[in-house]
């Protein structure tokens, strides 16, 4: 790395700065509610965001969101910087109606690949030059952009199958070797849900994968496009990453809107914010720790059993809180629904001997996993993810702090009552599926110093200054064509949502930045070369959820 | 039947069996109706156990060892549940897939469990039972059990499945690496021993090795040669794809290897087959290293079943706590250490004993 | 190999010790906090039909009908298709509709979870545990005084 690149990387970029480097290449300014916005045309996309990316040093492509107005359609480039996520900048792209082509992004930023793809299957706009320009969640024959304007919502379709073919069988087929399609997925015991992976095997080593994506698209941002800001949408973040990381997702959509139509929250609601969803995070890691022994270790094993225990009894702690074990529904735009429990002591009690058996469960899950020779030998230098890759491929969350990249939404772009807290980013530089799983098991700890602290919190605060909401109108209309990206650092990564208002009182556009669909995207890069078990291995060690990879 | 030749002290099982029921004043005819007769029961003894292992016991160990509760609910100790998964299993549509190639299909299951029922033959079960004494007897249940791996291949190719192929040539992979181990580690029992025939190894056995406070600690060749013990442990789970040696069914990896296609009866087989492998497994452990039947006051045959139950809880343990090793680590383990470690052994006992003798 | 070791002696301990954390369900039915959202409870005699909860409801699962009058006539809940977020009980300003803690309940055909007003009505508590109480313990402070006899029951 130069050091002209290792000080823009850290140092801020101020807005003129900004404007001389894209210079003639803006076309106009369309600044969001998060960051200063250009305006630049299709085919200067490449040269713009590899100025930015190589100049100023913003080298993470977060989120690309594709719209279209009556009278364009657009593509938003959110970028970010891994070293500081509060500098932002959006590389706005429109094209025309008729022809709406846009130079692809590919070749500055990997992650760019499926992004773009789903912009082309969503919305319709066609990415020149992008290297497998398909369809990605919707099946490859259907027919249509959903989330085009122009799109007939009633007509229902029906969809052939094509053949699976071996990709790369012509180039691979020799005297001495050949090779082997086969289909992982979507109905296969580790794949964490309804994915298929397309293998092609040599012998026992994968050749080729090709995550095919989209079994459990369900269409969740237009089904939030259809909801009203103030009560509907929330429901429905539980739905993306359904297994227990509930609130985190249901902050994503509240810090959004609440950015959007500049809502304040009470500084009790955001230690209960906080605590709840820390809550949600040690519940989902634990599974992400259940399920990966499952693949290491094969049959549901004791340490499947243990983790799942252990994530019972936070589950029960946020029935009590929440009303529900899974789809929480707890936060409110302004606030939370719920007070704490009464009687308020019995839930510290309940909290507090959480916290206190919990050092001694991670213990045991040391004895079990993490010190087993065997675990050791199958997980070190397996699923290999060298931070520079990582980041190209826009991964976040534990899996980039796994390969020793210290990205962390909840310090380096506070929200909720984190700045005021002692607690510690967790980075390993292994790179490898083993430390993927150190990450986890240690933020667990992390956050159960959070929560501990939280709690020491909400006991000593006094009655009459228990707000748990501040003052909401009914119906929240924010101002027309405002326009903002925020994210927050959920369970798996940096989960982001754009929301674009048109006046009403529901959204004009609903964009989600799912990490475990940018984490899965690098899965190809883990795992060429490597054994099936390597592959099954760093599929668990990304800690997916179809739910949010498909949306 | 299968064993040519006969010690003349031994008084067998059939022979036994035609004594008392006078089948044996009917000559070669009778001595053939006795013999069945024996195998039979000797037979359902093992298919008995493993009937109860499999649905039941294996259930109630996973459980213990995962918090749970498990099958409770029908029969005391949920123990009809065996009935009650027996008639499930059994009356489930067989469904066969299009291009299987028959009648491999319909073998490879009938092989699987075959293998495992022959090995039997020549275990002394204490209090008598043992159809057959071979002087050959070890080697005997060595090449008997290592059909097996044809099933297995046979099983894994004819199902016309990517998994199931790719599971029956991991188990072939398996098995070829840990058969010469194992087999290596049994040698080194012969050379102490002096002979193949089991009734002569669980002999040699009986004798104390030294007595502490009254108590004469016999023999065992576990106790004699513990480090051939453990190697024998290692490749036999091998052997019979357990924990952390499961790679051949790898239910993550490759859904269910080899039986991923096999449903209803021919399940049913293979599922015994393996449990039986397990038991065999357990039994040659018993027999060559815990010396055989041999225990104070209980029964011989009653000794012997705890031993080789000891064996199978000892499977369900490593299954609870060790993971699975990738295909080229367990090759690795197989032919770089087990085979070497192996021979060391056998070459160490072998001048340990001739120094000795 | 101690790791090996070390991670046996965890599950053996485990296996000894004889603790069970999983519970013989319909016998032992387990503890649900009194937030628990389940199954829909709907009062027509407290409803005054403001239809608040039919436009809240995120995936139309409430049909309201009324009169010219704009009298009830039906109240339908497809509780199949509900997503128990409770938005209907927030939003009401009656306590017409709440959601019980009870989560037991079967049907053979998904149209047999579409329940009109009676069927609402008649849903039971679980464990007959009104969780209203526990949920706001100063809720009857101003609910219930007024019209004097009103009863989910």
Known sequence: MSTELERAVTETVTEEE????????????????N??????RPDDVQDVLLDLREEAGFDHLSCVTAQQYEDRYESIYHLKKYADPTQEVSVVVPTSVDDPVSQTAEPVFRSADWAEREAFDLVGIDYEGHPDPRRILLPETWQGHPLSLDYDQEKPQIVTLTEHANPIQPDHRDEESDTMFLNIGPHHPATHGVLHVKTVLDGETVADVDPDIGYLHRSEEQMCQQGTYRHQIMPYPDRWDYVSAGILNEWAYARTAEDLADLEVPEYAQVIRTMSAELSRIASHMLALGTFALDVYGDFTAIFQYTFRDREIVQDILEDLTGQRLMFNYFRLGGVAWDLPEPREEFFAKVRDFLDDLPAKVAEYNDLVTSNEIFQIRCVDTGILEPEVAKQYGCTGPVARGSGIDYDLRRDDPYGYYPNLEWNVVTED???????????MQEVEESAKIIEQ???????????????QSNVPRTLKPDADTETYRAVEAAKGELGIYIRSDGTDKPGRFKIRSPSFHNLSA????TKGEYIPDLVASLGSLDIVLGEVDR | MLAPLQNGDTYLFPERIADLTGLSEYGTAGDLVAA????FIVGNLMLAMTGVAGPWAKRKITAAFTDRIAVNRIGPFGLLIIVADAVRLLSKENIIPENADRPAYDLAPIVVAGSAMLGFAVIPMGSGVQLADPEVGLAYVFAVSGIASIGLVMAGYASANKYSLLGGLRAVAQNVAYEIPLVVTGMSVVIFAGSLQMSTIVEAQAEPLLTVAGVAIPSWYALINPFAFVLFIMANLAEVGRNPFDIPEAPTEIVAGYQTEYSSVYFVLIYLGEFL???????LIATIFLGGPAGPVLPGIVWFIIKIWAVFLLTQWFRSAVPRVRIDQLIEIGWKGMLVLAFANFVLTAIIVGLIA | MIGILKSMATTMKHALDGNTFTVEYPETTPDVSPRFRGVHKFSQERCIWCRQCENVCPNDTIQIVTDDQRQGEQYNLHIGQCIYCRLCEEVCPVDAILLTQNFEFTADTKHDFVYNKEQLKAVPWYKDIDPLESREPDRGAWIGEGEGEVDYQ
């Open chain 1, 18 to 33: 900004l404007e001389a480097l894209i210079g003639d290449r803006a076309l106009a300014r369309d600044d969001h509610k």
């Open chain 1, 35 to 40: 960051a200063p916005g250009f305006v630049v």
């Open chain 1, 430 to 440: 292994g790179c490898d599926n083993y430390s993927r799983v150190l990450v986890r």
């Open chain 1, 454 to 468: 939280c709690i020491d919190l909400l006991e000593e605060w006094p009655e009459d200054e228990r707000n748990i």
């Open chain 1, 523 to 526: 899965l190809e890069e883990m």
């Open chain 2, 36 to 39: 069945f007769i024996a195998a």
């Open chain 2, 277 to 283: 492998h397990i038991f065999l497994g357990g039994a």
